[in-house]
Nanobody, 118 residues
Framework: QVQLVESGGGLVQPGGSLRLSCAAS????????MAWYRQAPGKQRALVAV???????NYADSVKGRFIISRDNAKNTVYLQMNSLEPEDTAVYYC????????????WGQGTQVTVSS
C-alpha cells in the first residue's frame, strides 16, 4: 500500500519560513519524481516544485528564489523549504510521486495546510 504523509504545515507570519516534509512508503522512492503542488481556496491545484530521481529541480515562477525542494532517498522523504512566505502562498500543499516511465502510477498525499497571515 502506497502512502505519502505530509507534515510541517501551519500558521506563519509574512516573511517567515516553514519546511514541509513528505514521507513515502510502498514505492521504490529513489526512482520516482517527487513534487509539491498547492491548492488555494477557489483555485485549481498547481505545481509548486518538482525534483527528479537525478535531483533535477524545477519551480513555479511565483516561488523561484524563495522555495527549495530536496529529497533524502535514505529516508524516503522529500522536503520543501519555504522562505520569505507571502499571504499568496496560503494553500493546502500536496505531495506527489510519479513513476518516471509509467506516469499512470501517480500518488498523492492527504495535504497539509499552510497559512501565511499576520
Amino acid at each position: 500500500q502506497v502512502q505519502l504523509v505530509e507534515s510541517g504545515g501551519g500558521l506563519v507570519q509574512p516573511g517567515g519560513s516553514l519546511r514541509l516534509s513528505c514521507a513515502a512508503s510502498g514505492i521504490a522512492f529513489s526512482i520516482y519524481a517527487m513534487a509539491w503542488y498547492r491548492q488555494a481556496p477557489g483555485k485549481q491545484r498547481a505545481l509548486v516544485a518538482v525534483i527528479t530521481s537525478g535531483d533535477r529541480t524545477n519551480y513555479a515562477d511565483s516561488v523561484k528564489g524563495r522555495f527549495i525542494i530536496s529529497r533524502d532517498n535514505a529516508k524516503n522523504t522529500v522536503y520543501l523549504q519555504m522562505n520569505s512566505l507571502e499571504p499568496e502562498d496560503t494553500a493546502v500543499y500536496y505531495c506527489n510521486a510519479e513513476h518516471p516511465t509509467f506516469p499512470r502510477y501517480q500518488y498523492w498525499g492527504q495535504g497539509t495546510q499552510v497559512t501565511v497571515s499576520s
